[in-house]
């Protein structure tokens, strides 16, 4: 069996990794190689960033044609969670696994740390404005949090939050008084 993953965030992966040990003269693909695989599924919410890229996908387990991949949504009430499963076991099963499972696990939860500085400027670049560090403040407000958000477009910072959801519930909704475009901002979790 052959395995990678992560357990608090991600992991880079060497180059290439497309092949694995043999057997019967056959190649067997390897964990690494199913996370480039995957790393062609797109968030249904983000399409602009892979399941792998968003921090989504935590690691994979091969055995001959079976394939385990651990999974950590974005937060526990995602409406994308079940079109990600369906789309990475499409992708899989196309692939030539004949078995698939879609593991889903909540601790340790995801955090947009987990989103690399290449999938941030993929996301400005998109019109989002990527989400800052995340605080390790021990106190949780109740309220709402005014965060300010550097615009995408134009990089101003004189920006203000016009409603605390965008387009989904993990990003909030901002305009630019600068260049007067509006965009989402990627809330940090």
Wanted: proline share 8%; glycine share 10%; hydrophobic share 35%.
């Amino acid at each position: 069996m052959v395995t990678h993953g992560r357990t608090d965030g991600p992991t880079d992966r060497p180059a290439g990794g497309r092949a694995g040990g043999r057997s019967g003269g056959q190649v067997l693909p390897t964990a690494d190689a199913v996370l480039d695989l995957l790393d062609s599924v797109k968030d249904p919410e983000v399409p602009v960033l892979s399941v792998v890229e968003l921090g989504v996908v935590r690691g994979a387990e091969v055995d001959g044609d079976r394939v385990t991949v651990t999974i950590t949504p974005t937060y526990s009430g995602c409406p994308a969670l079940q079109m990600m499963e369906q789309e990475i076991t499409g992708a899989l099963e196309r692939a030539g696994f004949r078995e698939v499972v879609v593991k889903t696990v909540y601790a340790p939860a995801w955090t947009t740390d987990w989103i690399p500085e290449s999938a941030r400027e993929k996301l400005r670049a998109y019109g989002i404005a990527p989400p800052g560090a995340v605080t390790s403040d021990p106190m949780v407000p109740l309220g709402a949090t005014v965060r300010s958000a550097s615009c995408p477009y134009c990089g101003s910072a004189n920006t203000s939050r016009q409603s605390e959801f965008g387009s989904t519930a993990c990003k909030s909704l901002h305009v630019c008084h600068s260049c007067r475009q509006p965009f989402e901002h990627f809330k940090s979790f």
